[in-house]
């Protein structure tokens, strides 16, 4: 009977741990080209969808966070939690073990639940440097194509 007992709680306990499969979400992340491809520096807030199809919804949601909370890509915009927009995707990067940034230029992308990663044509107004996980500097250079 305490086998019974004992199996049971860690069934219960075991499920309650499980995601539920039916969640969807639509992902946004902000993104920068390397030499090897495309690397993911930060994650926004997942957004809540009624379908796994609704990569319209989708891009707009993250497109709308992209210049309501962040911006609109101006790495100088301080945020809600007192950061400014580059010292937080700095620190994203470094999260994400990408320490070092040189001159990229950040770009948001979104998915729909476990689709792949399409861009939603936004992007900072300037070159992201970052060293060490914190902002620095790029020098003088060009601002990039909008």
Not at 113 to 129: E, K, M
Request: contains cysteine; negative net charge.
């Amino acid at each position: 009977m305490k086998f019974l007992v004992v199996a049971t709680a860690l069934l219960a306990l075991a499920s309650g741990q499980t995601p539920s499969p039916n969640k969807k979400e639509c992902h946004c992340g902000v993104f920068i080209s390397t030499q090897t491809g495309e690397i993911e520096i930060h994650r926004m807030k997942a957004i809540d969808l009624e379908s796994c199809d609704e990569m319209d919804v989708c891009l707009a949601g993250c497109s709308e966070m992209w210049a309501n909370r962040a911006g609109g890509g101006d790495l100088d915009a301080e945020l809600d939690n007192g950061k400014t927009l580059g010292t937080e995707l700095c620190h994203g990067a470094d999260n994400l073990e990408h320490p070092e940034v040189h001159h990229a230029i950040p770009m948001v992308y979104a998915r729909t639940c476990d689709g792949g990663w399409t861009p939603t044509g936004d992007q900072a107004s300037d070159y992201l440097c970052c060293h060490k996980g914190e902002q620095v500097e790029c020098g003088q250079h060009t601002k990039p194509p909008m």
